[in-house]
């Protein structure tokens, strides 16, 4: 019976030390594709340049993958090149072949809440006050600058300046980031947060165009309270909007905002899922879902495969990272 046990005992440690092992293969693997030394994420399907999206995503892949390393490095990298003096936030975009690497000098709200939210995972995983009181920052300059009322609902702009166009907003529902939202919203105490959750979850409840009743990646919000693709971009449900269900299961795995999801992706053969859909005239993409992409719709349906992501050695930064995501969702 010792034997049995002892034999049994061995075995468990195998097992267990070989999961452990695997759930930092994915992580890295992502930081050898995408890390550079000095804690920049590249996009390698956008000629090598780096968003704060790019950087809150790895940032929040470090955290949970109880790397404190490379988040330092991410993270001071961000901070030191990104960071926008004037107001608390973060530039958007650095490409390092122009002479002015930040050309644009406005912010992407869902990098900046993807770093605050980081940087409080950390303070919480590490008990580091420099991390809390970071976030904390980084989270009231977001609601200062990017969150307004508008036709009767509390609404987070995409960025501090450009989407207030005073007979509408555009909105970006992708950057509707709920658990997020959720855990900002939980340190501070602030009734925005909740809020936002609230209205935006009513405005995504709304935003149900075409056969498939799907959100667009650019939305426009009415002062008479109409959403409508916004005109500047093609009326797609695509590369943007695919991130809408991630964060709303994310959020609440059981939501009923997911059945259109459900419902639209569920009618195709998994390998037969176009990567798109025109919600104006409701034609697909010519080819179909693969990679991060894919993953979301498997994570939406609950058809994920066990086990950790596989980045293979074509796929670009995007894809990537949606299956970084997907798999700390799952988690």
């Known amino acids: 019976m010792l034997r049995q046990c002892k034999t049994w005992l061995v075995a ?195 935003m149900r165009f075409g056969n498939g009743q799907l959100p667009t990646d650019w939305v426009s919000l009415y002062a008479d309270g109409r959403v409508t693709p916004a005109k500047q971009w093609p009326a797609r449900f695509s590369y943007d909007a695919i991130r809408v269900p991630l964060y709303v299961k994310w959020y609440q795995p059981q939501s009923p905002l997911l059945e259109p999801y459900k419902a639209f992706w569920g009618q195709y053969a998994r390998n037969q899922t176009p990567a798109w859909v025109n919600v104006a005239n409701n034609d697909p993409a010519p080819y179909m879902m693969a990679g991060g992409i894919l993953a979301v719709r498997d994570f939406t349906l609950g058809q994920l495969p066990v086990g950790e992501p596989q980045i293979t050695a074509q796929e670009d930064y995007y894809s990537a990272s949606l299956k970084m995501l997907v798999s700390l969702a799952a988690r």
């Open 12 to 206: 468990m440690i195998v097992l267990l030390t070989s999961q452990a092992a695997l759930a930092g293969s994915a992580w890295d693997t992502y930081k050898a594709r995408f890390l550079m030394p000095d804690g920049r994420i590249v996009d390698t399907g956008n000629n090598s340049v780096s968003h704060t999206e790019g950087q809150g995503f790895a940032m929040m892949m470090a955290v949970m993958n109880d790397d404190r390393a490379s988040f330092d490095k991410i993270w001071g990298w961000t901070n030191k090149t990104l960071r926008n003096p004037a107001n608390g936030l973060f530039y958007w975009r650095f490409n390092p072949v122009e002479a002015d690497p930040v050309t644009d000098k406005n912010n992407a709200t869902d990098g900046d809440t993807f770093i605050a939210w980081a940087l409080l995972k950390a303070g919480e995983k590490w008990r580091n006050n420099d991390y809390l009181a970071a976030s904390d920052t980084i989270a009231k300059a977001i609601v200062a600058h990017n969150v307004m009322t508008y036709a009767g609902y509390k609404v987070m702009l995409p960025g501090a300046s450009g989407f207030d166009l005073n007979s509408n907003v555009t909105l970006n529902p992708s950057y509707f980031v709920l658990p997020a939202w959720r855990d900002l919203g939980n340190r501070s105490n602030l009734t925005v947060w909740k809020d936002l959750i609230n209205d935006s979850e009513k405005l995504l409840g709304k």
